[in-house]
C-alpha cells in the first residue's frame, strides 16, 4: 500500500484496531436481521511525509453507502463555535456584502445561515441529500457535489472563486487529500483565505483518543503534514489556532503561495513543537498501540467490575466515539444496556456492531441507570448539564478517553 499524498510505501502500523462496521452504518431492527459488513480498521504512518491515514478497503463505496446520520446543528456547543467564527472571521478577512464564501461539508448550514444573516453572499458544497435539503431550508444554497479538482475548476469557470474557502472537520474525511487540497488553490480568489478545521493528530497521541479514529476519517493530520501538502498543492499555511473543540483541533489559514502575507510566527513554533514531541520520528506513532490498549482495558474492567456487582449501565451519545470504543473492546448488550441520543435520526436504531439499541433521552430517567457513560468526551460538560436528573436517583457520569473518570 502506499502513501495518499507522496506514493511511498506504508510499511509502519500506527493502530490497529481490528475489524468494525463503519461507525455510521447505525441499523434498523431489519438489519438486526442480516450479515453486517466490517472492513479492517487500521492505520498506518508515512515516514516520508508523516501523513497518518487508513489503509484501503475492498468495496469502499460500501462504507458511505447509507444516508449519513449527523446534523451539525444538534450540538448547541458546536452551533456556538460557529457563531463565534464566522463573526470573527468576517471581521478579521473584513468581508462585505461583495465577498464570497465557499463551505464544504456544509452539512444542514449550521455556519454558512450566520453569513446569509450577516447579507454576504455564500454557497455550500455538500453531496449528502439529507442535510443539504436542511441546509435549503433555512436559505442556504448548496452545490451537491463532492469538492475537489473537478467541482473546484466548474466555480472557478463560473466566476465563483471565493475571498473565504472554510471546512469544518472536512479534511481528515476526503479519501483523495492531494485532489481536495488542489481544489482548494483553484477555487480560491487571489488574496483569499482558506480555513480548516481538523483534529490535531498531536493531542490525538498524547490524549490517548483513539476512539476518533474510524474509517470514514482517512486522515490523522498534524501541521508538518497538512504544510507539506499545501506547499505541494501551491498554497501556504500562514497562521494557525490551537482550539479545544473536539479533543483538540487545529484552525489553519491558508493562500496561495505567491500572496504577500507573511507567515505567522506561531506556525514555525506550532512546526517545532510537533518535531519535540517526536512526529517527525517513528517512535511516538510506534508506542501508540499501547496506551489505546490500556485504556481500552481499564474501560472493559471497570463495565465488567459493575456487572459483577449488578450496577447498571447505560451510555449517553451515539457518536461514533462511541462505536470505535465498543467495537474495538468487544463490548455488547452484556455490558451497556442502551444508548440515549436527542437526534431524532439516531433514535429506535441500533448501535452498529454491538446492536445496542438507540434511545430517546428520556429513557434515562424511566430507567435509572446507576452509571452514564458519555461517549462523546468532547462535550461531557454539555451532557452532564443537560442530564442533572441522573444525579437525583444516584447516577453518576463517567467517560473511557483519555482515562477512566468519573465525572460527578
Ligand atoms: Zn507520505
Given at each position: 500500500?502506499k502513501?495518499?499524498?507522496?506514493?511511498?510505501?506504508?510499511?509502519?502500523?500506527?493502530?490497529?484496531l481490528?475489524?468494525a462496521?463503519?461507525s455510521?452504518?447505525?441499523?434498523?431492527?431489519?438489519?438486526?436481521l442480516?450479515p453486517e459488513?466490517?472492513?479492517?480498521?487500521?492505520?498506518?504512518v508515512?515516514?516520508q511525509?508523516?501523513?497518518?491515514q487508513?489503509e484501503?478497503?475492498?468495496?469502499?463505496?460500501?462504507?458511505?453507502?447509507?444516508?449519513?446520520?449527523y446534523?451539525?446543528?444538534?450540538?448547541?456547543?458546536?452551533?456556538?463555535?460557529?457563531?463565534?467564527?464566522?463573526?470573527?472571521?468576517?471581521?478579521?478577512l473584513?468581508?462585505?456584502?461583495?465577498?464570497?464564501?465557499?463551505?464544504?461539508?456544509?452539512?444542514?448550514?449550521?455556519l454558512?445561515?450566520?453569513?446569509i444573516a450577516?447579507?454576504i453572499?455564500?454557497?455550500g458544497?455538500?453531496p449528502?441529500?439529507s442535510?443539504?435539503?436542511?441546509?435549503?431550508?433555512?436559505?442556504?444554497p448548496v452545490?451537491?457535489?463532492?469538492?475537489?479538482?473537478?467541482?473546484a475548476?466548474?466555480?472557478?469557470a463560473?466566476?465563483?472563486?471565493?475571498?473565504?474557502i472554510?471546512?469544518?472537520?472536512?479534511?481528515?474525511?476526503?479519501?483523495?487529500?492531494n485532489?481536495?487540497?488542489?481544489?482548494?488553490?483553484?477555487?480560491?480568489?487571489?488574496?483569499?483565505?482558506?480555513?480548516?478545521?481538523?483534529?490535531?493528530?498531536?493531542?490525538?497521541i498524547?490524549?490517548?483518543q483513539?476512539?476518533?479514529?474510524?474509517?470514514?476519517?482517512?486522515s490523522?493530520?498534524s501541521?508538518?503534514?497538512?504544510?507539506?501538502?499545501?506547499?505541494?498543492?501551491g498554497?501556504?499555511v500562514?497562521?494557525?489556532?490551537?482550539?479545544?473543540?473536539?479533543g483538540g483541533?487545529?484552525?489553519i489559514?491558508?493562500c496561495?503561495?505567491?500572496?504577500?502575507?507573511?507567515?505567522?510566527?506561531?506556525?514555525?513554533?506550532?512546526?517545532e513543537r510537533?518535531?519535540?514531541?517526536?512526529?517527525?520520528?517513528?517512535?511516538?506513532?510506534?508506542?501508540?498501540?499501547?496506551?489505546?490498549?490500556?485504556?481500552?482495558?481499564?474501560?472493559?474492567?471497570?463495565?465488567?467490575?459493575?456487572?459483577?456487582?449488578?450496577?447498571?449501565?447505560?451510555?449517553?451519545?451515539?457518536?461514533?466515539?462511541?462505536?470505535?470504543?465498543?467495537?474495538?473492546?468487544?463490548i455488547?448488550?452484556?455490558?451497556?444496556?442502551f444508548?440515549?441520543?436527542?437526534?431524532?435520526?439516531?433514535q429506535?436504531?441500533?448501535?452498529?456492531?454491538?446492536?445496542?439499541?438507540?434511545?430517546h433521552?428520556?429513557?434515562l430517567a424511566?430507567?435509572?441507570?446507576?452509571?452514564?457513560?458519555?461517549?462523546?468526551?468532547?462535550?461531557?460538560?454539555?451532557?452532564v448539564?443537560?442530564?442533572?436528573q441522573v444525579?437525583?436517583?444516584?447516577?453518576k457520569?463517567?467517560?473511557?478517553?483519555p482515562?477512566?473518570?468519573?465525572l460527578?
Amino acid at each position: 500500500m502506499k502513501c495518499r499524498h507522496c506514493h511511498a510505501e506504508l510499511k509502519h502500523l500506527f493502530l490497529d484496531l481490528g475489524h468494525a462496521p463503519p461507525s455510521n452504518a447505525y441499523l434498523s431492527k431489519e438489519d438486526l436481521l442480516a450479515p453486517e459488513t466490517t472492513f479492517p480498521l487500521t492505520l498506518y504512518v508515512c515516514d516520508q511525509c508523516w501523513l497518518v491515514q487508513t489503509e484501503d478497503y475492498a468495496e469502499a463505496d460500501k462504507l458511505f453507502s447509507r444516508d449519513y446520520a449527523y446534523f451539525s446543528s444538534t450540538s448547541q456547543t458546536w452551533l456556538h463555535h460557529a457563531a463565534r467564527y464566522a463573526e470573527e472571521i468576517t471581521k478579521r478577512l473584513g468581508l462585505t456584502k461583495s465577498s464570497f464564501v465557499i463551505e464544504v461539508a456544509s452539512n444542514d448550514g449550521y455556519l454558512l445561515k450566520n453569513f446569509i444573516a450577516a447579507g454576504i453572499p455564500c454557497l455550500g458544497v455538500e453531496p449528502t441529500d439529507s442535510t443539504a435539503d436542511a441546509a435549503e431550508k433555512i436559505g442556504v444554497p448548496v452545490l451537491r457535489e463532492f469538492f475537489g479538482v473537478a467541482t473546484a475548476t466548474d466555480l472557478a469557470a463560473g466566476g465563483k472563486c471565493a475571498d473565504l474557502i472554510c471546512g469544518n472537520n472536512v479534511y481528515a474525511h476526503v479519501p483523495d487529500i492531494n485532489d481536495f487540497t488542489q481544489g482548494l488553490r483553484i477555487a480560491l480568489k487571489e488574496g483569499g483565505t482558506v480555513n480548516l478545521e481538523f483534529p490535531h493528530l498531536m493531542r490525538l497521541i498524547e490524549q490517548n483518543q483513539f476512539d476518533t479514529v474510524y474509517h470514514e476519517h482517512f486522515s490523522y493530520l498534524s501541521l508538518s503534514s497538512v504544510s507539506r501538502i499545501f506547499a505541494w498543492a501551491g498554497l501556504r499555511v500562514f497562521n494557525i489556532e490551537e482550539l479545544t473543540t473536539h479533543g483538540g483541533s487545529l484552525r489553519i489559514y491558508g493562500c496561495h503561495d505567491s500572496d504577500p502575507r507573511a507567515t505567522e510566527p506561531v506556525v514555525l513554533d506550532l512546526l517545532e513543537r510537533e518535531k519535540k514531541f517526536g512526529l517527525l520520528k517513528l517512535n511516538v506513532y510506534q508506542e501508540f498501540q499501547q496506551k489505546a490498549d490500556k485504556v481500552k482495558n481499564d474501560f472493559l474492567a471497570f463495565l465488567i467490575e459493575q456487572k459483577r456487582s449488578g450496577k447498571s449501565v447505560a451510555a449517553y451519545g451515539a457518536a461514533a466515539k462511541g462505536n470505535t470504543l465498543m467495537n474495538y473492546a468487544g463490548i455488547k448488550l452484556d455490558l451497556i444496556d442502551f444508548v440515549c441520543d436527542a437526534a431524532p435520526s439516531k433514535q429506535g436504531q441500533f448501535m452498529p456492531g454491538s446492536h445496542i439499541a438507540i434511545l430517546h433521552p428520556t429513557e434515562l430517567a424511566k430507567r435509572m441507570p446507576d452509571w452514564v457513560i458519555i461517549f462523546p468526551w468532547n462535550i461531557a460538560d454539555e451532557v452532564v448539564q443537560q442530564q442533572q436528573q441522573v444525579l437525583s436517583w444516584g447516577g453518576k457520569f463517567v467517560i473511557a478517553v483519555p482515562e477512566l473518570k468519573i465525572l460527578s
